[in-house]
């Protein structure tokens, strides 16, 4: 038994200390976007079309929308594409049109075959959009003053054709946040082996782009559309660009961890295209990686255990490091564990649900799953 805890413990510490290499290379290219920060006076600004799809969100989305409109951005659009809301959404978006003529409201009324609703609705928006470029965003995401600027402005800097950038996430209790972190850490090891990544609380891509990768038409039943556009991008050739916010953009996190496991029901199978093996393969690996270094503090041989011990230092130092990028604690890393978990949990949870309803079910539309096998990347 001690040859066994031995050898996971080696197993894992090289792993650890391989990924943590790469991981700290990768990080360092990374920029973060501040709430503070200057934009570049010097800049040309393209004009710009903002557009956001919403389905029951009358909680956020006049707030939104203000804090856009008060963005001193030149040629700015905002195209709203209210997705067969049942709630007020439609009458708020009415109002708003009065109070700011400028803005573009779209009413979608019924759901034609072979789509998803978020990915038929931002199709339908961008058919209206004028602008160079496209920032594809979700409707509870608050900007900070200036916001659409700075990013402009480092998208034309830095030649990008694709910039998309990680939010703040506004959690209540601490399991919240330790899981946002652990999250943010599982995206940015996808972004690395994956070689691309898509947020969708703030893709900004090139329309002439967007165009060329065959847009949403081309992920019409993606429940994962934010990486797919990602991977569309990097796929085709073009150059794209990854971020992290600091109060730059926000939004507000699932208010519990039930609510986590709901609102991640339909993406986490998917994400694995729909793969038993990989899915369970991905789980048997976070368990490995995640959890056994600090299970194995306590069991085995002493050099088993202090292997163990290096690996948990390796994660330490990197929940340290990820402080630099996203407003979280390098202490939540005692949590890491239980947050790996948890993301376990909400793995099988979408596996089995997707399974035994044969297909998932998103802003009350049932998709079945051979329609969205067939249109899996």
């Given amino acids: 038994m001690n040859d066994l805890f031995g050898v996971l413990a080696l197993i894992v510490f090289v792993m650890w200390l391989g990924m943590g290499l790469i991981w700290f290379r990768y990080m360092k290219k990374l920029p973060v976007f501040w709430k503070n920060d200057n934009s570049n006076n010097h800049t040309i600004y393209p004009p710009l079309s903002v557009i956001i799809p919403a389905c029951n969100e009358e909680e956020s989305i006049e707030q939104a929308v203000t804090q856009l409109i008060s963005q001193d951005y030149p040629s700015l659009e905002i195209v709203l594409v209210n997705d067969r809301s049942t709630d007020q959404t439609g009458a708020i978006l009415e109002d708003l049109k009065v109070k700011y003529p400028q803005l573009k409201v779209i009413t979608i009324f019924d759901l034609p075959p072979n789509w998803l609703g978020k990915n038929h609705a931002v199709y339908q928006g961008v058919k209206e959009a004028t602008g160079e470029w496209l920032l594809l965003t979700d409707a509870d995401i608050m900007f900070s003053p200036d916001s659409l600027k700075k990013a402009v402005s480092y998208a034309s800097e830095h030649t990008l054709d694709h910039l998309t950038i990680a939010p703040n996430f506004l959690v209540k209790s601490i399991l919240g946040n ?4 652990y999250v943010m850490l599982a995206i940015t090891f996808l972004a690395i082996f994956g070689k691309s990544v898509g947020i969708g609380a703030f893709n900004l891509i090139k329309r002439s782009v967007y165009q060329e990768i065959g847009g949403y038409e081309a992920i019409p039943l993606q429940p994962v559309d934010d990486m ?11 150059k794209q660009g990854f971020g992290f916010s600091k109060q730059f953009i926000t939004v507000r996190g699932y208010e519990n961890i039930s609510a986590t496991f709901k609102g991640l029901e339909k993406n986490q199978f998917a994400g694995v295209n729909y793969s038993v093996l990989v899915a369970m393969g991905s789980c048997f690996s976070m368990l490995l990686l995640h959890v056994y270094p600090f299970v194995g503090l306590f069991f085995g041989s002493i050099w088993a255990r202090t292997l163990c011990g290096f690996s948990v ?8 490091y990820l402080a630099k990028y996203i407003d979280t604690s390098r202490f939540y890393v005692l949590f890491h564990p239980i947050s790996a978990l948890v993301y376990i949990g909400i793995v099988i949870n979408s596996t089995v649900k997707t399974l035994s309803r044969g ?4 802003r009350g539309t049932f998709y079945p799953l051979e329609e969205l096998k067939k249109h899996n990347d």
């Avoid at 797919?228 to 073009?238: A, E, P, R, W």
């Avoid at 297909?359 to 998103?362: P, R």
């Fill in 313 to 320: 230092l390796t994660v330490f130092a990197v929940y340290s």
């Fill in 359 to 362: 297909g998932i079910e998103w």
């Fill in 228 to 238: 797919s556009l990602g991977k569309l991008v990097i796929q085709k050739g073009y």
């Fill in 178 to 181: 330790a899981l946002t972190a």
